[in-house]
């Protein structure tokens, strides 16, 4: 137990996480605790679509969605992949701009009012079946 003049330390990063991109599962073995989601999906899975504008989560170039349990539905939200650490992933979903372009979303579905996961899917759906 640390004292008083001790600072805690951090728990250590696991040494294997399971996480999804776009559909796909991903497992990494000892992730490296520094590294962002920005780089991961740029340099590990060759997704260049996400990127990299200020490097501090400022002006919003790398957002992506993540998705994770809550409660008894999913939570998600936008995420500044820049400053996302991969150990932080563990459990949870992640959709990029490719993951939009994979499922062919009108860009006037997208526009033409607020965005959400559930008018993503919906106008997947709707194109599915014309």
Same mark, same amino acid.
């Given at each position: 137990?640390?004292?008083?003049?001790?600072?805690?330390?951090?728990?250590?990063?696991?040494?294997?996480?399971?996480?999804?991109?776009? *559909?796909?599962?991903? &497992?990494?073995? %000892?992730?490296?605790?520094?590294?962002?989601?920005?780089? =991961?999906?740029? +340099?590990? !899975?060759?997704?260049?679509?996400?990127?990299?504008?200020?490097?501090?989560?400022?002006?919003?170039?790398?957002?992506?969605?993540?998705?994770?349990?809550?409660?008894? *539905?999913?939570?998600? &939200?936008?995420? %500044?992949?820049?400053?996302?650490?991969?150990?932080?992933? =563990?459990?949870? +979903?992640? !959709?990029?701009?490719?993951?939009?372009?994979?499922?062919?979303?009108?860009?006037?579905?997208?526009?033409?009012?607020?965005?959400?996961?559930?008018?993503?899917?919906?106008?997947?759906?709707? &194109?599915?079946?014309?």
């Amino acid at each position: 137990m640390p004292s008083e003049n001790q600072p805690s330390l951090p728990p250590a990063a696991p040494s294997r996480i399971h996480f999804v991109v776009n *559909g796909q599962p991903h &497992r990494l073995d %000892n992730p490296d605790p520094n590294r962002t989601l920005l780089n =991961h999906l740029r +340099e590990a !899975l060759a997704l260049t679509g996400t990127k990299e504008g200020c490097a501090e989560g400022d002006c919003g170039a790398c957002t992506v969605v993540v998705s994770e349990p809550h409660g008894q *539905g999913v939570r998600r &939200r936008a995420v %500044n992949a820049c400053i996302q650490l991969l150990p932080t992933l =563990h459990g949870k +979903e992640v !959709l990029t701009v490719e993951g939009l372009a994979q499922n062919r979303v009108p860009i006037s579905t997208r526009c033409s009012r607020p965005w959400s996961m559930s008018t993503l899917r919906s106008a997947v759906s709707a &194109r599915r079946v014309s």
